[in-house]
Nanobody, 128 residues
Framework: QVQVMQSGGGLVRAGGSLRLSCTVSGLSIENFAMGWFRQAPEKEREGISYINWNGAEKYYADSVKGRFTVSRDNRKNTLTLEMNSLKPEDTATYYC?????????????????????WGQGTQVNVSS
């Protein structure tokens, strides 16, 4: 059974940093793209970062570009999101997701439907 387990998150002041991690069990991630989504209260879930199967291509939403960094370790079956210069508007529940595709070619064409396995969600709160 494939499981996606998240860790990290928490409460931080604006300008601070947090790291989110995601470990997949039951399946090797080496052939699959992965991504991070977030959902703020009363807002739709949005994709914020994607990474192709080998980590060679990474994509970011404009709202996080230059502040967030996605990385993966296929040997450890893990995905990480480093979040710096956090802002109150980054407050949301963050989700790790495993795609059934190996790569994406363009950020704008990726949707939640491209992902088949999801983590349980991790809360990130950024105070002003």
């Amino acid at each position: 059974q494939v499981q996606v387990m998240q860790s990290g998150g928490g409460l931080v002041r604006a300008g601070g940093s947090l790291r989110l991690s995601c470990t997949v069990s039951g399946l090797s991630i080496e052939n699959f793209a992965m991504g991070w989504f977030r959902q703020a209260p009363e807002k739709e879930r949005e994709g914020i970062s994607y990474i192709n199967w080998n980590g060679a291509e990474k994509y970011y939403a404009d709202s996080v570009k230059g502040r967030f960094t996605v990385s993966r370790d296929n040997r450890k079956n893990t995905l990480t999101l480093e979040m710096n210069s956090l802002k109150p508007e980054d407050t949301a529940t963050y989700y790790c997701a495993l795609s059934w595709q190996s790569k994406f070619s363009k950020f704008e064409t990726v949707t939640a439907a491209d992902f088949g396995r999801w983590g349980q969600g991790t809360q990130v709160n950024v105070s002003s």
